[in-house]
């Protein structure tokens, strides 16, 4: 039985869909700068989490968004005279291209803000009629306001565990804000000149951040969703502001089954985030220990505990990934090694269903590479065992595969090399090269040493 850590309940509790297929969404990225590798941990955790389910025999539908409207996108976009559709196209693009190299599957939709802004504004409107929001002049803009009334719903509060008088204390109301209550939050900002804005009842404006996700949600996943999943420093107030919004407008509750949040990467005792600027970009870390390598760094500490960056442990990860590989692609011939595969596939399922314990499933990974060079040493054949590493490895979302292609055609790399070795000894060195290349296009590299010739997958 899967279990997971409910941030709700702040407990382990079974896991079970609410129908035929499991519903995910994952709060994505604001797209005004380049993505990090605090970015990357959380994407891939529920990366993880969708590959584990679907890996057990569940179906799932998964929704990430793009905040596509932001104060800081508008920012960034009128400092570099573009327009905020030209700087949020850039930087979408470039978080694809990262997620695919860090081999992220695809979410099943990818909706924007600025898409979805007549759901948001019905949302708004039947919170008005419920008693739940209110306008109110903006001293920063001849439109109106809308906000949220937090004393309104009485459970506020429940996902991050705070009282409504705590919440009292801690806000603040900022310049030019009407509103009843300091703790009361912006569902609707009256436009500003020089910002993109959208016609509404209340004049012309922008969406507030947490209303987003709400109309997201609801419109893609419906009135209640099995996962809600993002970094932990989302919980309040995004997540807080998004059960508020939905169960008041939905009038059910609750709107999520299961809150998970991630932990975030630190950069020595600081948070990594764009704000401080104290990150390293996905990009530059793909460039030094690439897909595997990173994501491997990833998923040795758990989901849920802070992964403190530093090069030791990138360069650490790497070196692991490869040592995964080797045992992978290795030649092995028929047979499972004497190893007790099934063993190693319980202890897998067993670290997984405990909360997807990464760590755990990863030392399972390594044992049993372990255990496949020891038998491969020992004159055994281990291609099953090397199928099962591949397997387990793509629930991890580390790719073996081309090292799985490599087992099948191991044979006649092996013959191969053997023809390029006889070609050379017999000094056809243009024949011996055509077969050299002929396996680079195939992603074969071959290795002249002094004990012969070895291959690796490209």
Not at 153 to 170: E, F, N, P, V
Request: net charge negative; hydrophobic share 40%; glycine share 8%.
């Amino acid at each position: 039985m899967i279990r997971f850590t409910n941030t709700l309940s702040r407990q382990l509790e079974p896991f079970e869909p609410s129908g035929d297929v499991v519903s995910m969404y994952v709060c994505g990225i604001t797209p005004y700068d380049e993505s990090h590798i605090g970015h990357a941990m959380s994407y891939i955790v529920f990366d993880v989490v969708k590959r584990y389910l679907t890996w057990r025999g569940h179906k799932v539908k998964h929704v990430q968004n793009f905040t596509d409207i932001d104060d800081r996108i508008i920012e960034r976009a009128n400092r570099l005279k573009i327009t905020t559709d030209e700087l949020v196209e850039r930087f979408i693009g470039l978080y694809m291209d990262d997620m695919h190299d860090l081999n992220v599957l695809d979410a099943d939709v990818y909706p924007r803000a600025t898409r979805e802004v007549p759901e948001m504004i019905e949302i708004i409107e039947r919170l008005i009629e419920r008693g739940y929001a209110y306008p109110a002049a903006s001293q920063q803009s001849e439109w109106s306001d809308v906000y949220y009334r937090v004393g309104a719903k009485s459970d506020y509060g429940k996902l991050s565990h705070r009282t409504q008088d705590s919440l009292l204390a801690g806000a603040r109301v900022e310049s030019g804000e009407q509103k009843e209550n300091a703790a009361d939050f912006a569902l609707w900002k009256g436009a500003k000149a020089g910002e993109p804005s959208w016609d509404s009842p209340w004049g012309k404006g922008r969406p507030g951040w947490h209303i987003e996700c709400s109309a997201m949600s609801l419109k893609y996943l419906g009135e209640q969703i099995d996962i809600h999943g993002g970094g932990e420093d989302l919980v309040f107030p995004h997540h807080e502001n998004e059960i508020a919004q939905t169960e008041a407008f939905t009038g059910a509750a609750p709107f999520v089954r299961f809150w998970l949040h991630n932990a975030w990467v630190k950069m020595g005792e600081e948070k990594m985030s764009k704000s401080l600027g104290n990150f390293i970009t996905i990009r530059d870390g793909l460039k030094k220990v690439g897909g595997d390598g990173l994501r491997l760094w990833v998923l040795t500490s758990h989901y849920r505990k802070p992964l403190t960056f530093s090069e030791d442990t990138l360069d650490a990860a790497k070196a692991g990934a490869e040592r995964l590989r080797t045992a992978a692609r290795a030649p092995g011939g028929d047979g499972d090694g004497g190893i007790d595969l099934d063993s190693f596939r319980d202890r897998f399922i067993a670290a997984m269903d405990d909360d997807i314990n990464t760590p755990q499933a990863l030392a399972v990974l390594f044992d049993l590479a372990k255990e496949l060079n020891r038998a491969r040493d020992e004159g055994h054949g281990v291609a099953t065992a090397q199928v099962l590493l591949v397997e387990l490895a793509d629930v991890l979302g580390l790719r073996l595969a081309h090292a799985e292609q490599s087992i099948e055609a191991a044979p006649f790399i092996d013959l191969l090399i053997q023809i390029r070795t006889e070609l050379r000894a017999a000094k056809q060195w243009q024949l011996a090269d055509r077969v050299r290349d002929g396996l680079a296009e195939l992603h074969v590299t071959l290795e002249d040493g002094p004990q012969g010739t070895t291959w690796k997958p490209a």
